[in-house]
C-alpha cells in the first residue's frame, strides 16, 4: 500500500462529502433553501452531539466547579435592553445603489483585500469611496447605516388583536367616508388612534430570539447562588440554539443564521480574574486538542481594544486554519461585572455574592468562553478530510478520532448470499450495537466498496465474518488509517 496525504482540503469537497454522505443539508432544500440555515442528517448529527457531549463531560460533568442550565430561547425583552443588546449589537450594512442588495460593509472591504477590524462605520464608507470599490455587481454602494441582527417576533395576542383592531377602525372610517364624505379632522383622529392601538400592541409583546445563549446564563445566577450556594470562583454552563440575522450568512455552517453555541460565564473574585483567564484558556486548548484538531491550526488572536465587544474588557479568540482561512472558532472574554450589574440596576434585584463565613460581599466578575458549535463541527470535519491512495486508487477517509466518528464500527457478511454468514455477522452485528451504540450494517457491493463507503464517513472499523469466521468464532477487524485487516475473536471485540 502507498499512502500519499493530501492535506490542501477544499471547501467544496467537505460541502459535498456532508450533503452527498448525510452530514449536513441546505435548510429547506426541497423548497429552494433558506439562506442561512442547514440541517443535519443521522451523521452530522451524530458528530455534532458526540462533540456537544464531550465539551459537557470536560467542562461540566469532570469538574466540581460547574453547573449546568437550560434556560428558554424566548427571554423577557427587558433581558436585550439591559445587556445593551437592542442598541448595539449591529453590523453596517450598505446597499447596491441599483438592484439595492444588501451586503455587510466590512465583508464588502475584506472582499477587496482590506482588513476593516477596528474601522468606524464613516472610516469603512470613506475607504469604499477612496479605492472605488463598487458591489459585487458592478455597482455604487450607499453609505453604511447599523443594522441589528436580533430576530424579533411577537408573544402572545397583543400584537395580531392590535393588527386586527387597527384594520377595523380603518375599514369603518372608509364606509363613513364613501357614505358621508371625508371628514379630515375625525379620519386623523381615527388614523392615530389605529396606528396607536397597532405599535402598543407590537411594542408589549415583542420578544428577540436570543442571539447568544450567554443571557439565560446570566439571568439563572441568583437561582443557582440561592439553590447551591456554590464557591466562587464557580461557572454556569449553557448548551443550545442562538440566532442572528446575518447580513450575509456564508462559508457553509461557518456563519449562520441559526446555530448553537457552547458557554461558560464563570462567576469569580475581581481580584483575581486573570488566574482564572488563564486557567479557562488553557481548558479551552485542552478541549480542542480532544476535538483532533491539529495544534499548528490553532491560533491565539489578542483582540485589541478597538475590536472587543461592549462589555469585554480583554477577549481573545481562537481563529483556526479552516480551508475558507484563518477564521475564529470560538472566543473567550474577561465580561466583568458589565452583566450581572445591569441586572442588579435594571431588576432591583441584588446580584451581590456572600463570601461563606464573612460580611465580604460583591458582584463577581465574569469570565465567558464562547464556543460556537457550528464552527467547531466545520474545524472537525476539515481536519478529519483526507485524500490518500490505497494500493494506486484514490480514496477520500474522514479521519475522526474514534470518539466522535458518528459510526463507531461497520458489520457484513463477506457475501450476503450465503445464510451462515449473514446469521453469523447479525450475531456480531448486535454484540457490537449492545456495547458501543452506533455501529452500521453493510452487506452491499463488494468488500472493497464497503470500505470506501466506510472510509468516506469516518468509521474506524469495518468487520468482516467470512466462512473462517464459521469454524474460528473470529472476525477480521479493518483499521479505517492504516487499512491493516487483523483477525480477533469475538469474544475479544
Ligand atoms: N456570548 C458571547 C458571544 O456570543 P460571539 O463572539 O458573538 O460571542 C461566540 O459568539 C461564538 O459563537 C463565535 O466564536 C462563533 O463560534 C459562534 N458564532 C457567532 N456567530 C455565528 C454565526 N453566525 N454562525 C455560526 N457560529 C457563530
Given at each position: 500500500?502507498?499512502?500519499?496525504?493530501?492535506?490542501?482540503?477544499?471547501?467544496?469537497?467537505?460541502?459535498?462529502?456532508?450533503?452527498?454522505?448525510?452530514?449536513?443539508?441546505?435548510?429547506?432544500?426541497?423548497?429552494?433553501?433558506?439562506?442561512?440555515?442547514?440541517?443535519?442528517?443521522?451523521?452530522?448529527?451524530?458528530?455534532?452531539?458526540?462533540?456537544?457531549?464531550?465539551?459537557?463531560?470536560?467542562?461540566?460533568?469532570?469538574?466540581?466547579?460547574?453547573?449546568?442550565?437550560?434556560?428558554?430561547?424566548?427571554?423577557?425583552?427587558?433581558?436585550?435592553?439591559?445587556?445593551?443588546?437592542?442598541?448595539?449589537?449591529?453590523?453596517?450594512?450598505?446597499?447596491?445603489?441599483?438592484?439595492?442588495?444588501?451586503?455587510?460593509?466590512?465583508?464588502?472591504?475584506?472582499?477587496?483585500?482590506?482588513?476593516?477590524?477596528?474601522?468606524?462605520?464613516?472610516?469603512?464608507?470613506?475607504?469604499?469611496?477612496?479605492?472605488?470599490?463598487?458591489?459585487?455587481?458592478?455597482?455604487?454602494?450607499?453609505?453604511?447605516?447599523?443594522?441589528?441582527?436580533?430576530?424579533?417576533?411577537?408573544?402572545?395576542?397583543?400584537?395580531?388583536?392590535?393588527?386586527?383592531?387597527?384594520?377595523?377602525?380603518?375599514?369603518?372610517?372608509?364606509?363613513?367616508?364613501?357614505?358621508?364624505?371625508?371628514?379630515?379632522?375625525?379620519?386623523?383622529?381615527?388614523?392615530?388612534?389605529?396606528?396607536?392601538?397597532?405599535?402598543?400592541?407590537?411594542?408589549?409583546?415583542?420578544?428577540?430570539?436570543?442571539?447568544?445563549?450567554?443571557?439565560?446564563?446570566?439571568?439563572?445566577?441568583?437561582?443557582?447562588?440561592?439553590?447551591?450556594?456554590?464557591?466562587?470562583?464557580?461557572?454556569?454552563?449553557?448548551?443550545?440554539?442562538?440566532?442572528?440575522?446575518?447580513?450575509?450568512?456564508?462559508d457553509f455552517i461557518f456563519r449562520s443564521r441559526e446555530f448553537e453555541q457552547m458557554e461558560i460565564e464563570?462567576?469569580?473574585?475581581?481580584?483575581?480574574?486573570?488566574?482564572?483567564?488563564?486557567?479557562?484558556?488553557?481548558?479551552?486548548?485542552?478541549?480542542?486538542?480532544?476535538?483532533?484538531?491539529?495544534?499548528?491550526?490553532?491560533?491565539?488572536?489578542?483582540?485589541?481594544?478597538?475590536?472587543?465587544?461592549?462589555?469585554?474588557?480583554?477577549?481573545?479568540?481562537?481563529?483556526?486554519?479552516?480551508?475558507?482561512?484563518?477564521?475564529?472558532?470560538?472566543?473567550?472574554?474577561?465580561?466583568?461585572?458589565?452583566?450581572?450589574?445591569?441586572?442588579?440596576?435594571?431588576?432591583?434585584?441584588?446580584?451581590?455574592?456572600?463570601?461563606?463565613?464573612?460580611?465580604?460581599?460583591?458582584?463577581?466578575?465574569?469570565?465567558?468562553?464562547?464556543?460556537?458549535?457550528?464552527?467547531?463541527?466545520?474545524?472537525?470535519?476539515?481536519?478529519?478530510?483526507?485524500?490518500?491512495?490505497?494500493?494506486?486508487?484514490?480514496?477520500?477517509?474522514?479521519?475522526?478520532?474514534?470518539?466522535?466518528?458518528?459510526?463507531?464500527?461497520?458489520?457484513?457478511?463477506?457475501?450476503?448470499?450465503?445464510?451462515?454468514?449473514?446469521?453469523?455477522?447479525?450475531?456480531?452485528?448486535?454484540?457490537?450495537?449492545?456495547?458501543?451504540?452506533?455501529?452500521?450494517?453493510?452487506?452491499?457491493?463488494?468488500?472493497?466498496?464497503?470500505?470506501?463507503?466506510?472510509?468516506?464517513?469516518?468509521?474506524?472499523?469495518?468487520?468482516?465474518?467470512?466462512?473462517?469466521?464459521?469454524?474460528?468464532?473470529?472476525?477480521?477487524?479493518?483499521?479505517?488509517?492504516?487499512?491493516?485487516?487483523?483477525?480477533?475473536?469475538?469474544?475479544?471485540?
Open positions: 500500500m502507498s499512502n500519499k496525504s493530501e492535506k490542501n482540503v477544499a471547501m467544496e469537497n467537505i460541502v459535498s462529502l456532508a450533503k452527498r454522505r448525510g452530514f449536513i443539508y441546505p435548510g429547506s432544500d426541497v423548497y429552494g433553501g433558506l439562506s442561512g440555515t442547514w440541517d443535519y442528517g443521522p451523521l452530522g448529527v451524530a458528530l455534532k452531539r458526540n462533540i456537544m457531549q464531550l465539551w459537557w463531560k470536560m467542562f461540566v460533568d469532570d469538574r466540581d466547579d460547574m453547573y449546568g442550565v437550560d434556560a428558554a430561547i424566548l427571554m423577557n425583552q427587558k433581558v436585550w435592553q439591559a445587556s445593551g443588546h437592542v442598541d448595539t449589537f449591529v453590523d453596517p450594512l450598505c446597499e447596491d445603489t441599483v438592484n439595492h442588495r444588501r451586503f455587510r460593509t466590512d465583508h464588502i472591504l475584506k472582499d477587496n483585500g482590506i482588513n476593516a477590524d477596528g474601522l468606524t462605520m464613516g472610516q469603512m464608507d470613506a475607504l469604499i469611496e477612496e479605492k472605488g470599490i463598487k458591489s459585487p455587481d458592478g455597482n455604487l454602494l450607499s453609505k453604511s447605516r447599523t443594522f441589528n441582527m436580533m430576530f424579533e417576533t411577537y408573544i402572545g395576542s397583543n400584537a395580531t388583536v392590535g393588527l386586527e383592531s387597527a384594520k377595523e377602525r380603518l375599514l369603518t372610517l372608509k364606509k363613513k367616508q364613501d357614505e358621508q364624505g371625508i371628514d379630515f379632522k375625525e379620519a386623523f383622529e381615527e388614523l392615530r388612534a389605529a396606528m396607536t392601538t397597532f405599535i402598543e400592541g407590537q411594542a408589549s409583546s415583542t420578544v428577540y430570539l436570543r442571539p447568544e445563549t450567554a443571557q439565560g446564563i446570566f439571568t439563572n445566577y441568583k437561582n443557582v447562588v440561592d439553590n447551591f450556594y456554590p464557591d466562587l470562583p464557580f461557572g454556569l454552563a449553557q448548551q443550545g440554539k442562538a440566532f442572528r440575522n446575518e447580513i450575509s450568512p456564508r464563570y462567576f469569580v473574585d475581581p481580584d483575581k480574574w486573570q488566574e482564572s483567564f488563564d486557567t479557562l484558556l488553557a481548558d479551552v486548548h485542552a478541549f480542542l486538542e480532544a476535538l483532533g484538531l491539529p495544534q499548528d491550526h490553532v491560533h491565539e488572536l489578542e483582540v485589541p481594544e478597538a475590536d472587543r465587544a461592549h462589555y469585554s474588557k480583554r477577549t481573545i479568540d481562537i481563529e483556526y486554519d479552516f480551508p475558507i482561512g484563518k477564521e475564529e472558532l470560538l472566543g473567550i472574554a474577561y465580561r466583568t461585572d458589565f452583566d450581572l450589574m445591569n441586572i442588579q440596576n435594571n431588576s432591583g434585584k441584588s446580584m451581590e455574592y456572600t463570601i461563606k463565613g464573612t460580611n465580604t460581599k460583591f458582584v463577581p466578575h465574569v469570565i465567558e468562553p464562547s464556543f460556537g458549535v457550528e464552527r467547531a463541527v466545520m474545524a472537525v470535519l476539515s481536519a478529519a478530510y483526507t485524500e490518500d491512495e490505497v494500493n494506486g486508487e484514490k480514496r477520500i477517509v474522514m479521519k475522526f478520532p474514534e470518539h466522535l466518528a458518528p459510526v463507531k464500527y461497520c458489520v457484513s457478511p463477506l457475501l450476503k448470499n450465503k445464510p451462515e454468514l449473514v446469521a453469523k455477522a447479525r450475531e456480531v452485528y448486535q454484540i457490537l450495537k449492545k456495547k458501543h451504540g452506533n455501529v452500521m450494517w453493510d452487506d452491499n457491493g463488494n468488500i472493497g466498496k464497503r470500505y470506501r463507503r466506510q472510509d468516506e464517513i469516518g468509521t474506524p472499523y469495518c468487520v468482516v465474518v467470512d466462512f473462517d469466521s464459521l469454524e474460528n468464532n473470529d472476525v477480521t477487524i479493518r483499521d479505517r488509517d492504516t487499512t491493516e485487516q487483523k483477525r480477533v475473536p469475538i469474544a475479544e471485540l
